[in-house]
């Protein structure tokens, strides 16, 4: 009984830190012309509260990765939180859009120590099927915070403006944090990485190195960049081809991240995670094929609606089975291992994004579908596979 409680503490715990990512970037977007009146300044300008957070995400796994491999997991986390509440503060009350994007910086990089040690404690206490079922769950709480952090931000800042957005997530950094004093540390000493910080930079190279890991991590990368294309293309091609409402676009939206959701959660009734992954890649570069070719031949939106909902499903398994791929044969140095996949999806995704205005959106977005379900396709071709497509090129 007590087993199942910790384990369940665990579960709940993880899932939390997980979704700060979500959280950080995206639950005070329906306040962002609130705050350009508020600090009187431009849309861009208060915009760079959105890229400095993303950039903080990004910087923050390579920050917390390797400290919590060298250091353990409990007091980089504890850092991770003290600064997160200290850089919400600073949010609530910086006098001008200068000030508030500096701690926008800081409250990123405070809110990457959650999700890349969310994952480092997941491969520490789990492997195999049991791992891949741990980071199926986490994935799932993500995707649902992905769609409930806007629309809650809608809510609280119909009740108090934005700040009631920033003083919620003070409230959930306090929550989070006394639940980090109740955390036990999942990596013992004698696991722990006793390296320099110039060794430390070899060890990234050295977990490159690994030819299956990264394999799981560009197959994880491009199925991101499938995710991030869509998130970048959707608003344009369902309000302004297909002319719905802002409403039934953010419910098209979460019905769409429901499918990741769900999808991701058969990656442990499957046989195995490798199995996952090959259905995953096939079902992208299927489905994204038909996309493309109902977009070129102008289908109406229910078919485009339909395809995409089982496109992003297969999303969902590719990214979730090869996330716990990759944890799984790097569990020596799991910090640096969950750093890296952290930092592929930003990158990944901040190559996609920009993309994805170019040209007629509909179009361009099933080129994106398709360039990126084929590579996380070819990423997954075994070696000999490989070597002969090289030999006859």
Not at 3 to 19: D, Q, T, Y
Not at 225 to 244: E, K, R, T
Not at 265 to 292: D, K, Y
Request: proline share 4%; charged share 10%; aromatic share 12%.
């Amino acid at each position: 009984m007590q087993k199942e409680k910790n384990k369940g503490f665990i579960l709940m715990f993880l899932g939390v830190l997980s979704a700060f990512g979500p959280f950080v970037m995206d639950m005070y977007l329906p306040t962002l012309p609130a705050m350009a009146d508020y600090f009187s300044t431009t849309s861009s300008g208060v915009q760079l509260g959105l890229t400095a957070g993303m950039v903080g995400l990004a910087v923050g796994q390579l920050v917390f990765g390797p400290l919590s491999d060298r250091y353990g997991r409990r007091r980089p986390l504890l850092a991770a939180m003290a600064l997160f509440l200290v850089s919400t503060l600073g949010c609530l009350f910086a006098a001008d859009i200068a000030q508030f994007v500096a701690f926008r910086l800081a409250q990123g990089v405070a809110g990457a120590g959650g999700v890349v040690i969310s994952r480092s404690v997941a491969a520490d206490l789990y492997s195999g099927r049991a791992l891949a079922a741990m980071l199926a769950v986490i994935g799932a709480v993500n995707g649902i915070a992905t769609v409930a952090a806007p629309v809650g931000g809608g809510a609280l800042a119909g009740l108090g403006g934005w700040h009631a957005v920033f003083w919620f997530l003070l409230g959930l950094g306090v929550a989070v944090l006394a639940a980090c004093l109740c955390f036990r540390e999942s990596l013992p000493a004698g696991r722990r990485v006793r390296v320099s910080w110039r060794q430390t930079l070899g060890t990234f190279a050295g977990v490159l190195r690994n030819r299956p890991y990264l394999s799981y991590i560009l197959q994880y990368g491009f199925a991101m960049s499938v995710l991030f294309a869509n998130i970048a293309s959707a608003p344009f091609v369902m309000q302004q081809h297909y002319g719905l409402s802002p409403l039934h676009f953010s419910l098209c939206f979460g019905l769409n991240a429901v499918a990741m959701v769900v999808a991701s959660t058969f990656v442990v009734r499957m046989p195995s995670p490798q199995q996952a992954l090959h259905a995953g890649n096939n079902g992208m570069l299927a489905l994204s094929l038909l996309l493309l070719t109902a977009l070129w031949f102008g289908c109406d939106f229910w078919l485009y609606e339909l395809l995409l909902f089982f496109l992003l499903g297969m999303v969902g398994l590719s990214f979730t089975s090869a996330s716990a791929l990759a944890m799984n044969c790097e569990r020596r140095h799991a910090g640096v291992a969950s750093a890296l996949l952290g930092v592929v999806a930003f990158a990944f995704g901040g190559i996609v994004s920009p993309l994805a205005g170019l040209g007629d959106i509909r179009l361009t977005a099933g080129v994106l579908f398709c360039a990126g379900s084929f590579c996380a396709w070819a990423c997954g071709l075994p070696v000999p596979v490989l070597q002969l497509l090289r030999r006859r090129a």
